[in-house]
């Protein structure tokens, strides 16, 4: 039978024999009576490793980052955020669907939000004007090439925020794609926030999860939100047991990033446009020209095994834990021959 390499995204990693047994295994309770053994332990190091007080295990990426938006903010209060940010592209508007927040959004092209545009919604306090209260930051920046955005980039930026009196979240869905590839500790980025959101279910490889981490009374109030959104879970440590392996081996995304470089020298090489990102981690995009169908290109690349979403004209290659070297070789080979 033919194989298939999956590059759609990170996110189709699946549970690793390892994960399956420990949650066979795992000790749990009544997580929403705080009583998960495995749930508390995976807390606990989430926290330490973000450098927060304490941290909260939710079901998704999209649930840690609304949580966290309307633990910070009330009803009629802006959120600065990036253009292309996922916040607000890709989670349905639920910081407005469901907490009445307002979206303040700026230029984020080169991964992180222009100062100036920052600075143009701080401003004196008016009837007219929404109040900014917080900036989110993404890190690494998903549609701007899975760039990672340098530590001194992100904390001038934090700086920014914080001299006009902005809250700031991170979403950091990949946070440690972006330490790794600046060879920093998680930390660097996530102690100087005052909320973040990671994902143990992307390069991580658990099948559920995220944590948001930041002060212990913030993450009491985030309790409630993540109560009212139906994420008060009950045996939970059956997935949390899963994402404590995750978590205990993010230095393993490195690899990621390497078979990325491959795939993208192939392609390269090759006569493929590839978007060149100053810092890139595991993502790998490209651009097709105006006469390729795009559908028809992912339908024969499929035929032969190889799966990508079919976007136009700029199309996403995702490396992770469940492809191999040679498949990414193999990969680059499928592609460059239906592009010829
Ligand atoms: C940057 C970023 N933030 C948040 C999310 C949301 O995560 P989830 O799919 O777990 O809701 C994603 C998902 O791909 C993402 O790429």
Same mark, same amino acid.
């Given at each position: 039978?033919m194989?298939? =390499?999956?590059?759609?995204?990170?996110?189709?990693?699946?549970?690793?024999?390892?994960?399956?047994?420990?949650m066979?295994e795992?000790?749990? +309770?009544?997580?929403?009576y +705080?009583?998960?053994?495995?749930? =508390?332990?995976?807390?606990?190091?989430?926290?330490?490793i973000?450098?927060?007080?304490?941290?909260?295990?939710?079901?998704? &990426?999209?649930?840690?980052?609304?949580?966290?938006l309307?633990?910070?903010?009330?009803? !009629?209060?802006?959120?600065?955020? !990036?253009?292309?940010?996922?916040? #607000?592209?890709n989670? +349905?508007? !639920?910081?407005?669907?469901?907490? !009445?927040l307002?979206?303040?959004?700026?230029?984020?092209?080169?991964?992180?939000?222009?100062?100036?545009?920052?600075?143009?919604?701080?401003?004196?306090?008016?009837?007219?004007?929404?109040?900014?209260?917080?900036l989110?930051?993404e890190?690494?920046?998903? $549609?701007?090439?899975? =760039? $990672?955005?340098?530590?001194?980039?992100?904390?001038?930026?934090?700086?920014?925020?914080?001299?006009?009196?902005?809250l700031?979240?991170?979403?950091?869905?990949? =946070?440690?794609?972006a330490a790794?590839?600046?060879?920093?500790?998680?930390?660097?980025?996530?102690?100087?926030?005052?909320?973040?959101?990671?994902?143990?279910?992307?390069?991580?490889?658990?099948?559920?999860?995220?944590?948001?981490? &930041?002060?212990?009374?913030?993450?009491?109030?985030?309790?409630?939100?993540?109560?009212?959104?139906?994420? +008060?879970?009950?045996?939970? &440590?059956?997935?949390?047991?899963?994402?404590?392996?995750?978590?205990?081996? #993010?230095?393993?995304?490195? #690899?990621?990033?390497?078979?990325?470089?491959?795939?993208?020298?192939?392609?390269?090489?090759?006569?493929?446009?590839?978007?060149?990102?100053?810092?890139?981690?595991?993502?790998?995009? *490209?651009?097709?020209?105006?006469?390729?169908?795009v559908?028809?290109?992912?339908?024969?690349?499929?035929?032969?095994?190889?799966? *990508?979403?079919?976007?136009?004209?700029?199309?996403?290659?995702?490396?992770?834990?469940?492809?191999t070297?040679?498949?990414?070789?193999?990969?680059?080979?499928?592609?460059?021959?239906?592009?010829?």
């Amino acid at each position: 039978m033919m194989s298939t =390499i999956d590059l759609r995204s990170d996110t189709v990693t699946k549970p690793t024999d390892e994960m399956r047994k420990a949650m066979a295994e795992a000790k749990v +309770g009544d997580d929403v009576y +705080g009583e998960d053994p495995t749930v =508390i332990e995976l807390e606990q190091l989430a926290a330490e490793i973000t450098g927060h007080e304490a941290a909260l295990f939710v079901c998704s &990426g999209t649930m840690g980052n609304l949580v966290s938006l309307l633990t910070h903010c009330n009803r !009629g209060e802006g959120v600065v955020l !990036g253009f292309k940010s996922h916040i #607000y592209n890709n989670e +349905g508007g !639920g910081l407005s669907a469901l907490g !009445g927040l307002v979206p303040l959004c700026v230029n984020d092209d080169q991964g992180i939000p222009d100062h100036n545009e920052i600075l143009s919604y701080c401003r004196d306090e008016n009837v007219h004007y929404t109040p900014a209260k917080l900036l989110c930051l993404e890190n690494t920046h998903n $549609a701007c090439g899975g =760039i $990672a955005i340098s530590p001194d980039r992100f904390s001038s930026v934090v700086d920014l925020a914080r001299s006009k009196g902005l809250l700031v979240h991170l979403d950091g869905a990949r =946070i440690f794609n972006a330490a790794i590839a600046w060879g920093v500790e998680p930390k660097t980025y996530t102690e100087i926030v005052d909320s973040v959101q990671f994902c143990l279910s992307k390069g991580l490889g658990a099948p559920i999860g995220s944590l948001i981490c &930041g002060k212990r009374d913030y993450i009491n109030r985030a309790k409630h939100w993540r109560k009212r959104v139906g994420g +008060g879970l009950r045996q939970a &440590g059956v997935i949390a047991a899963a994402g404590l392996i995750a978590l205990n081996n #993010y230095a393993d995304l490195k #690899y990621d990033h390497e078979k990325a470089k491959v795939l993208k020298d192939i392609l390269k090489n090759g006569g493929v446009k590839v978007v060149d990102v100053f810092k890139p981690t595991n993502m790998v995009y *490209f651009d097709l020209n105006d006469d390729v169908d795009v559908i028809q290109l992912a339908n024969s690349c499929k035929r032969r095994g190889l799966l *990508f979403n079919p976007t136009f004209p700029r199309v996403r290659l995702v490396t992770h834990r469940d492809v191999t070297f040679e498949d990414v070789e193999m990969a680059a080979k499928i592609i460059l021959e239906e592009l010829s």
